[in-house]
Structure formats: structure tokens, C-alpha cells
């Protein structure tokens, strides 16, 4: 008698990974965006991929493979054309018995599995894996980035008497997809970016200096620096990318912006291009905003249990104002599109006004600050206003006239969420009093401030037990008491963390609830000092203090919490 099929979500909450609950939030989750629960499941943050796809493989009675650990040779690789494992999402892992055993990520898929036994002529079974590491597969052993190195490459370019001029013209424009480039101008940018992408940089930083151009990558908030291109090819590099973000290439002596679309295999980017002219020439910044990076769920913020349960109950609420406090690069924009993503329903409308539009989401209004035909946020907020909204994120709150017109919008009945550059949470209060808003209004409206840095994540792969030294842990305050029951990790460095020992970030937060007792600080316009100590002891856990929560629970390290925050004395 064959035995009984057990569902996967059955298996995950025999498994402990997910609650009854969690499957239940999925559930609805998934059948209000029309999505599958397993897709939900794993961006609300409940399971991993390579959970929820063992669980299926379990279902299934299928083997689930670990793309990370497994080498597949290259004979079998070119058994199935790129154009075909890229297209439907599959990577070929054996021969076995004259059929092909090929890794998909979906064992419903049976059209894709008839297509392929046409296409082949022969037997095709299947394991199972996650689609993202069979993407990831793909480009590994098709050889994209790694049968042509970035040493290669700028060898290639070192060796290449090729004369480029500042006059080149290409045809091209706003949108390119990235493809086999002939020129070795055009394929150095395509190299640029598909690396950094492999890499999962957030900037590509291109700086001329007096006898080289420095190339650099930022990955996971730490630049990394890159074998450098003759400085020869500085004025073809920056004409390249002028064209392609429609930069006027003739312009040298003034600063330029734009923007390039890009499609890489299945990945659509904008690139927020940024040229400044420096004393060596023209540098460059690329900034790669990747639309998947915003669609992260509060949940996976990294909020702790309780800060969670107040910040989930504050962008419920129907009026007033919540500020996210940071410097750049602290993941304010992703808090404030993981509540937007949260509130956006078809039963509210969510007005933007944003400096630039970096991120486009589906079903919320985003307006963009022009500043040359004076469109900024104060106007913005005055117009959006009458479109009668029930939610309104203003970028920044960067002068008095913006912030009187949020505190406005929130006291005629809107939640408004904004940004404003303190280093922390009780900061923001005096800030707002010192650009000019009466302390009563301030007291009135603000409902809540999160501060927030973001620390680097020990890699899953390589992590392992380590403990701190003596001086290490009164350094960070940490006592016996609480490094007896801690989970001290440390990464050794892997390919799957490029020998960093990290990968991924999280935030660490403060989040600061305004109570009476606050309220009346604010009114009396008491110093951020007193504000805070009034903070701590009403239970605001303070943003060293969170760090170092998790540095106890293996998540980071001692080293990442002193690189983004210093030492609490609350």
C-alpha cells in the first residue's frame, strides 16, 4: 500500500520552521495577490527558500538539491543549450541511464517537462531547488561571469591598442539590455555591471586618480576595491555610460545625473547614475536600485519581537506622524516601502513625495521633487492634499515649511511617514524644534521615531561557534552573565560569502514611542538628553543595546555593531 502524501506546509510546522498562524498569514496573503503560498512564505520571511522547497521535495518523493555544494561537469552542462535552461528556469545535474536528470524549481510544471523531452529526445527526471539558486546556477556554469574574469577582461583591455575618443558615437539610449558587446569599451560596462550584480553591490563607484581609475564596489555597505583599467580608458568609460543614461557626453565641468534601465538574463535594474567632475576628471557613481530589494515584508526588517508588535500597530493607526531617523545608506527608504507595501490595499490611496523616485510601486501615486521649476515637497504636499489621501510619505522633512506641512497633514486626519538625518531617535524631536515647529505641534502629531543602522549578517555557510576575548566583551559591555547563554557565530569566509565571512544585512533599531511623558519634554522643548533618558526609562531599547542583542543571538558580530554605532551609556 503506497503511503500517504503529506502536504509540505505540514511538514514545515511538524518541522517547527513556520506556526499555524504563519501558514494562515500566507495563505490569505497569497490568495489576495493572486501568488502562491510557497512564493509568500518565504517573502514574509517565515521559511528560507531551501526550506520551503524540501518540504516540497519531501511531498514529492523528489531529491532536493543544494546548488551551493554541488559541481556539475561541464560535459553534462552543454547537453542542454543556455537559450533553454535560461528560458524555463532549469539546469541539467546527470545522465542516468540514457535520460538527463535536470533541477527544476517547480514539479507542477509538467508542460516545461514535456517541452524539454521534445527538445532533448530523451527521458527527463527531475530534483528539486530553489529558482533563484537555478538562476544563479545558470549563470555560474554557462560561464558568464566566471569563464571570463574580471582579471581577464581588463588584461584584455590592457593589451587592446584600441584609440577611443570622448566624441564616440554609439547608438543606444535610455534603455540597453546587456548582451554580447563587440567593443571592449561596450563589454568593460557590461562587465561592470553583471559583476556587481553576481556580487550584489548596491554601487559601482568608477574614480580617476592621477595615474589609474580605481574601480570599487560597495557589498553589503563595505566598498571593495577591483582591478583597475588603464587610465587611458576613463573618457571611453564615461562617454559609454553618458549615452546610455542620456548625459550629455560633452558636458565635463558640471555635475550630471541620470538613469539606465538594464535587463540581465531575467533581472530587470535601473542604475541611478551620478557624475561629478573632480581634479583627475570626471568620477562616477552607479547606484543599482533592484525592484526585488523593496519587496521585503516588516517582519523582515529584523525588529525585535516587541518593537515589532508597536511598529505594526502604529502604521495601523489612522492619523499622525512616523519618523525614520539614519544617516544615508541606513535602509530608511527599505522601513518605509516594507509599511507602504504593508498599508497598500485597494481600500487606501498612498500619495509619495519623493527626492528622487529611486524604487516604482505598483498602486501607490509617487510624485517626484523638481526643484528647477519649483515643484518641492511643501507644494507637493499642499497639492496631494486635495487628491484625499489616506496615506502620504514625504522623502524628507529637510526645512521648516515641509515639516509644518506634514505636521498639517497628519493633524487633518492622514498618516504621514517621512525622514529625517539624526543619529537618533530622540534627536529627531530637537531637530524639528530647531528647524522652527513649535514644540506643541511637534508634541501633538509625532506619534513615534526609529532610528536604525544597518549591520552585516554572518554567512549561513561558513558561520561557526566562536568567543569573543575578555577585552573584546568589556569593550562592548557585555557581561559573564550574558555571554554564558549567548550564540557567539563568526564567519571564516566561503565562495558563497567571497571570503568576507558576511553576507546580507539586517537593521538594528530604536524605536522610540511617544508617550505623555515625552510629550511634555517636547512641549517644554527639553534637550535630546533628557528626552532620552525619559526614552529609556519608559523601555526604549537603544540602538547600541539592540546590536548587541543580536550579536548575543549569532546574527552579527561585536566588530559590525562598534563599525555603525557607538557604546550606549542608557
Partial sequence: MAAKRVDYTETLIRQGVISADQLAEAKRVAKSS???????????????????????????????????????PPSIVELVPE??????????????????????SDPYDLDTFEKLRFILNRKVDIALAPREKIMAAINRHYGQMEDQSADSMLQEFTDTAIDFTETEQES???????????????????????????????????????????????????????????????????????????????????????????????????LRVSILPTNHGQSAVM????????????????????????????????????????????????????????LNRPDRKIITAEDPVEYYLPGVNQVEVKHHIGLDFALIIRSMLRQAPNVILVGEMRDSETAQMGIQA?????????????????????RMIDMGVPGYLVASSVMAVLAQRLVRVVCSKCKQPFTPGDAALEAAGITPEMAATAKFMKGKGCGHCSKSGYRGRIGIF??????????????????????RRAALSQGMTALYHDGIRKVLNGTTTIEEVFRVSKRADG
Avoid at 532549469?90 to 535520460?99: H, T, V, W
Avoid at 587611458?232 to 565635463?252: C, T, V, Y
Avoid at 517636547?522 to 528626552?531: E, K, M, R, W
Wanted: aromatic share 4%.
Fill in 172 to 270: 543606444g539610449g535610455a534603455e540597453e539590455v546587456i548582451d554580447e558587446g563587440s567593443a571592449p569599451i561596450v563589454r568593460l560596462v557590461q562587465l561592470l555591471i553583471s559583476e556587481a550584480v553576481q556580487l550584489r553591490a548596491s554601487d559601482i563607484h568608477v574614480e580617476p586618480f592621477e595615474d589609474r581609475v580605481r574601480i570599487r564596489y560597495r557589498i553589503d555597505g563595505v566598498l571593495v576595491e577591483r582591478d583597475s583599467p588603464p587610465r587611458r580608458l576613463l573618457g571611453a568609460l564615461l562617454s559609454r555610460l553618458k549615452i546610455l543614461a542620456n548625459i550629455d557626453i560633452a558636458e565635463r565641468r558640471r555635475p550630471q545625473d541620470g538613469r539606465i534601465k538594464v535587463t540581465l538574463g531575467e533581472k530587470q535594474l535601473d
Fill in 83 to 104: 537559450s533553454v535552461a535560461r528560458e524555463n528556469a532549469i539546469l541539467p545535474m546527470a545522465e542516468e541511464d540514457g535520460g538527463l536528470r535536470v533541477i527544476v
Fill in 510 to 531: 530604536e524605536l522610540m514611542m511617544i508617550t505623555n511623558k515625552l510629550r511634555e519634554l517636547a512641549f517644554a522643548n527639553a534637550s535630546t538628553q533628557d528626552i
Fill in 287 to 342: 547606484r543599482l536600485l533592484d525592484k526585488d530589494s523593496i519587496k521585503v515584508g516588516v517582519r523582515q526588517l529584523g525588529l525585535s519581537e516587541n518593537d515589532f508588535k508597536q511598529f505594526k500597530g502604529l502604521i495601523r493607526r489612522p492619523n499622525g506622524i512616523i519618523l525614520v531617523t539614519g544617516p544615508t545608506g541606513s535602509g530608511k527608504t527599505t522601513t518605509l516601502y516594507a509599511a507602504l507595501n504593508e
Fill in 410 to 430: 497628519s493633524l487633518t486626519g492622514h498618516l504621514v511617514f517621512s525622514t529625517l538625518h539624526t543619529n537618533d531617535a530622540p534627536g529627531a524631536i530637537t
Fill in 34 to 72: 493572486g501568488k502562491k503560498v510557497a512564493d509568500q512564505l518565504t517573502v514574509l520571511g517565515y521559511a528560507t527558500p531551501d526550506e520551503v522547497m524540501r518540504a516540497i521535495a519531501k511531498e514529492h518523493g523528489l531529491d532536493f538539491v543544494d546548488l551551493d555544494e554541488v559541481v556539475i
